[in-house]
């Protein structure tokens, strides 16, 4: 097993990439309506709180395994398991992590579709002068017609495999050069828009003033899992990112960057889509269709709301584009390290998850009676049970690896910081992170 022969160029593409990677549906279309759902600042409490007692120290633990292992995920694991003299079968968890991403990357293919649907229609001006009915309707009939579904869908697999497919240098890090700052000019300018209008106080307060009545264990659970899916923590993704990370570079300096970064993106968005919702009265709990339904409606109403409705989509479109390329590459490089061209491996992966992502296109419409788990079609099956439990799960067992397992040797050089600092990040592993995701995750199951 030789080791990955590319690098990021610099401290600054590392830092990108993984930000780019941690920022995408999870902070501009699950938080918002995860948060609505879930008693506004109550969810947003219990996210914070999980990102720094989890989501940090877990992220340490995860890009660690792959600087030290400097492998694809699979051969990572096992290099450094035989390095410490345990299990190889450790590597599976490599797989275990493909699988979840696999089907996390089906279903995110196609959400991602709608960004592109509706980054289209507000350009055009679909949204003018149309009557909240209209638009809801106009929102049901595109979920109902599965060759639009599918064109996005085809088109959003497309943009993200060709970057894959082009390297680390030459695809993803050129890609997040670009599109990162892109996106944070979009987000700050939309923020400053959301102080001008006349909701930004109530959102301010339903989303900052604490409400602890409304904590229950599934708030809670929904809040570890999406500090999970936000920060691209559990599937071994970003072990594959820590592959490439500059020898030079500090982990735990560019991991808390990261994570104030995606906490940043995910309240400005927040805070820009409730400013809205409050503005015309809506409702916030309005679920996953609250930016694909509630926000045309409000932008439709608003001067200029046809360039503020499209910039928010480019917005969409750049974050899930970066972020997707994040859930393919772990994949694609475990083909790479079997020695696959990175070219065949990118389409093949590309293609098998977009035959399974068809099934998410066809459950709002001629799937969309067939129920798989309870009363789930294949598409709230995909988007629940991967982020919620297997990403939890796979951050519960790098953690496990990282703490218990793996050479102090090899975790100290890798994780680079003084043995004061590292015996803080391991306790904080071993004795916080570890029981409290075990904790919540039976709790749950039960």
């Not at 390095?83 to 493909?98: C, N, T």
């Not at 906490?263 to 609250?290: C, R, W, Y």
């Not at 296109?361 to 919620?388: K, R, Y």
């Amino acid at each position: 097993m030789s080791e990955t022969l590319e690098r990021w160029q610099s401290r600054r593409a590392f830092i990108l990439a993984v930000t780019g990677a941690a920022v995408g549906l999870g902070n501009i279309w699950r938080f918002p309506y995860m948060t609505g759902e879930n008693g506004g600042s109550a969810f947003l409490l219990l996210y914070v709180v999980f990102v720094v007692l989890l989501g940090l120290p877990m992220m340490m633990a995860e890009i660690m395994i792959g600087r030290a292992g400097r492998r694809s995920p699979m051969q990572a694991l096992a290099f450094l398991a035989e390095e410490a003299d345990i299990s190889r079968h450790w590597k599976w968890l490599g797989l275990f992590g493909a699988i979840t991403v696999f089907f996390i990357l089906s279903f995110y293919s196609v959400v991602s579709g709608w960004s592109i649907e509706y980054l289209v229609s507000a350009v055009n001006g679909s949204f003018v002068n149309r009557s909240p009915q209209e638009i809801g309707a106009s929102f049901d009939a595109f979920l109902a017609d599965p060759l639009r579904m599918t064109f996005n869908h085809t088109l959003f697999m497309l943009l993200t495999m060709s970057v894959v497919a082009a390297g680390i240098v030459n695809g993803i890090e050129k890609l997040n050069n670009v599109m990162m700052p892109l996106l944070y000019g979009i987000l700050i300018v939309l923020g400053g828009y959301a102080v001008t209008t006349s909701g930004f106080g109530a959102a301010m307060h339903w989303l900052f003033t604490p409400d602890v009545s409304a904590i229950t264990w599934g708030v809670v659970l929904n809040a570890m899992g999406h500090a999970f899916f936000t920060l691209a923590v559990g599937a071994c993704a970003l072990m594959a990112y820590g592959a490439y990370m500059p020898d030079e570079q500090s982990l735990p300096r560019a991991v808390f960057g990261v994570a104030m970064l995606d906490i940043m993106v995910a309240l400005l968005s927040g805070i820009a889509i409730f400013s809205i919702v409050f503005t015309h009265g809506l409702d916030p709990s309005e679920g996953p269709g609250l930016m694909f339904v509630t926000l045309p409606i409000a932008f439709s109403e608003l001067p200029g709301g046809q360039v503020w409705l499209g910039a928010f989509f480019l917005l969409l479109l750049i974050a899930t584009w970066t972020s997707s390329i994040n859930l393919a590459e772990p994949m694609v490089s475990m083909l790479v390290g079997a020695g696959w061209r990175r070219s065949r491996a990118a389409i093949l992966i590309g293609g098998l998850v977009w035959l399974v992502g068809l099934l998410s296109v066809l459950s709002f419409s001629t799937l969309a009676d067939v129920h798989w788990i309870g009363e789930m079609n294949f598409f709230a099956l995909v988007s629940t049970i991967p982020p919620d439990i297997f990403l939890p799960v796979g951050g519960l067992l790098i953690a496990i690896f990282a703490a218990w397992k793996m050479s102090r040797e090899a975790a100290v050089a890798a994780l680079g910081v003084s043995p004061g600092a590292f015996r803080l990040w391991l306790g904080l592993v071993r004795y916080v992170s570890i029981p409290l995701t075990a904790v919540v995750l039976v709790t749950s199951l039960i």
